[in-house]
């Protein structure tokens, strides 16, 4: 009997031991993924200058070079753009204030706050105009300001109306010709879609250090691409043209997805998102369109599918050397098409007059 009971501490004993083992373990590896979350949020606040954090005194520990971390209370009027529903209030409220960005907890929301308020939805991971994901973590939610908030209408429209002249085979204008804003040298990726009302015909993306140098490319390879296939696109693209609605749109990453895990991605990445990543130099993505389709497929399927295309293994998405990103597909300017198809005795070449994108664009202040 007492040998039995013995046995029965032992096993009590050793069951205890294993608890407490695998305590050790969940909380080396919760404090490993923090820690790791850490490192990823220090590694895109370098050289951020001032940003404003949203949330406990542990995010303003985090350590990076060439940052400063406020407490957003500190700023002037953000607490309360941050309560309200307008995102370009706390954008320009950061730009008005000399700061790059915003931190936010993303691992507790204010109940004190409506979900329609701005720090709710940074907190969700939600895109909101004005700002852009820069590092997404459960850990916190990385926003920097968006460079295109200050953009006037007549830049966007005249930046549609030259992709429409470049299409229509009009030499490329000089590159000083355009606005400083979209001259600014700064690796970016343009798409030319022509579309037939809200039917998409054909698009082609370009990369190019700067936004002009991308919109030239990406509007002539548009060009060349039509005249190609010009049989199957249904005619000649300077007789088509004149009906086509052509949308100029920036592709850019709106933040690097900074946990692997497939329900975290599922989390991060919306409908209104593709996915994209980044590996030895290389930069691939799906547009939204191509990531949810079939219908209501998860954006962690999409990177498998993506991945396969690519020749990857399937488990990539764990690579220390593959970046994931959410991408996005931000609508610059569109010129709009429907004209009636031109007569003969109708044709003209004033197109080929203009000779510089400052005499589409106008003042682009």
Known sequence: ?????????????????????????????????????????????????KVAVLGGPHLLEVHAEGVQLLAAASVPGLSAALSGAEPNVVASTLARAGLTGIVVDA?????????????????????????????????????????????????????????????????????????????RVEPVEVMVLLRSGERPRLWRSARGSSFARALLTAASVARKRWIEREQAMGGSIDKLLPQLTIDVALLEDDGEIGARD?????????AEHGVAYENKGAWRYYLPEATHQPKGVRPSAAYARLFAEDGLPEGSLGSSELRPYRMAVRVVGTSEGGAPEPHAADVHDAIGDVVAPSEVLGDSN
Do not use: K
Not at 143 to 156: K, V
Not at 262 to 270: C, L, T
């Open 107 to 183: 691992r507790a929301q204010d109940v004190a706050l409506a979900p329609s308020a701005v720090a709710q939805r940074l907190a969700r991971y939600e895109s909101t105009a004005g700002l852009t994901g820069i590092y997404l973590a459960p850990l916190a939610a990385f926003y920097g300001l968006d460079p295109m908030r200050d953009w006037s209408p007549a830049l966007r429209t005249g930046l549609a109306e030259v992709a429409r002249r470049l299409v229509a085979g009009e030499q490329p204008p000089r590159l000083s010709s355009f606005p400083e804003a979209v001259r």
């Open 262 to 270: 497939p329900a975290f991605v599922d989390r991060v990445v919306s």
């Open 1 to 49: 009997m007492s040998s039995e009971r013995a046995s029965q501490r032992l096993c009590r004993a050793l069951a205890l031991a294993c608890s407490l083992a695998c305590a050790v373990v969940c909380l080396a590896s919760s404090v490993g993924c923090e820690s790791r979350a850490q490192a990823g949020l220090a590694r895109a606040l370098t050289g951020r200058g």
